[in-house]
């Protein structure tokens, strides 16, 4: 217990949080047709496990640590900032039957730091746990869809991201409430914790080299879809 309370203190340090805030609505889902349902503003499939919600380019330049956050959060350092809620976006990942991965948690150190140690997570886990993260807008009056890492350049090497998924950490509850939620961490590149999603690839514990790709990325304000699937065909994982 005593370990929880730590990671659950450095998660409210990462957003900068003294303490908690009141409690949001319990969410509605509403059932659309046969598979597909919505909880506010995202949209997902029971089928092909898909989910969608809308956002908006927030940077085209400048250096990133996030690549999604609410429109309340940390937008100085995000490329695309969105209305929804955290908590509805995790509903849908668990409704969808995602197992979250705490491989990018740290575990804390004895005088309540961290202490640069990683949880061991399964193979089975991870992989259940990895997405694809996909954005789409209209471009031309055209719907253009690419992987949201073509959008993000390697500043040293000036490369995009590689191609690849990322992880469904989950973020975490404390007292009833959402950290995500709290924070407004959507999906960070570089490691936070608190986030729903995660990078997990190189170079994701520095904060000096992530950056919007030049002419790739629409103009600040361009409305897009964030669309995540799971990496694997495979079934998921069975509930906890």
Not at 172 to 189: R, T
């Amino acid at each position: 217990m005593l370990t929880r309370l730590v990671i659950l203190s450095i998660l409210f340090a990462s957003c900068g949080l003294a303490e908690p805030e009141p409690e949001p609505a319990k969410p509605s889902v509403k059932k659309i047709d046969d598979t597909h349902y919505q909880v506010g503003d995202v949209l997902f499939d029971s089928k092909s496990r898909e989910i969608r919600f809308p956002a908006n380019v927030n940077m085209t330049e400048g250096l990133l640590e996030y690549i999604i956050v609410h429109e309340s959060g940390k937008l100085h350092e995000s490329l695309l900032s969105t209305k929804i809620s955290a908590l509805h976006l995790n509903l849908a990942f668990t409704l969808l039957r995602f197992t979250p991965s705490r491989e990018l948690c740290p575990l804390p150190n004895a005088t309540g730091g961290t202490s640069g140690n990683f949880p061991e997570v399964p193979d089975e886990t991870k992989a259940a746990a990895r997405v694809m993260i996909d954005v789409e807008w209209k471009q031309d009056d055209k719907l253009r869809r690419v992987p949201i890492n073509d959008w993000i350049q390697h500043g040293i090497k000036s490369t995009a991201m590689p191609s690849g998924p990322w992880v469904y950490g989950g973020s975490d509850f404390s007292d009833g409430k959402y950290v995500a939620e709290l924070c407004g961490d959507i999906a960070s590149i570089f490691l936070a914790p608190a986030a729903v999603l995660q990078y997990p690839g190189e170079d994701y514990a520095d904060d000096t080299v992530w950056t919007p790709f030049p002419k790739r990325v629409p103009a600040v304000g361009s409305e897009v879809t964030v669309i995540i699937t799971p990496q694997l065909t495979q079934k998921p994982l069975p509930p906890p």
